[in-house]
């Protein structure tokens, strides 16, 4: 059962620390969130169809990864799509 109460959300916020900013590399095809994660772009999950078909991605994933782990992992991109003009332009094109 969630807990949304004050109490629980001050408790969270004093146990959790945030970083005061997000930061991303267009060039080297990184960021890191307010948690202090980093996330590498590895272009799109078409480029590996066998995770595809073994329903870990579809088609519309981005392959990423975090902190360096050699397995990639499906992601919102909204954030990436801030730093990255390509990955804009690209979702432009697939909704035309």
């Known amino acids: 059962m969630l807990d949304h109460s004050m109490r629980c959300v001050r408790q969270v ?4 620390k945030l970083a005061d900013r ?3 590399d267009c060039v080297k095809r990184t960021w890191t ?7 590498s772009f590895h272009g799109s999950a078409k480029q590996q169809p066998e995770l595809i078909k073994q329903g870990y991605f579809s088609e519309s994933d981005y392959l990423i990864r975090r902190n360096g782990e050699e397995r990639f992992f499906p992601f919102d991109t909204e954030i990436f799509k801030l730093f990255a003009p390509e990955l804009r332009s690209s979702a432009r094109k697939a909704k035309a």
């Open 13 to 16: 916020l004093a146990e959790k």
């Open 22 to 24: 997000v930061t991303g």
């Open 33 to 39: 969130d307010m948690y202090g994660d980093n996330y």
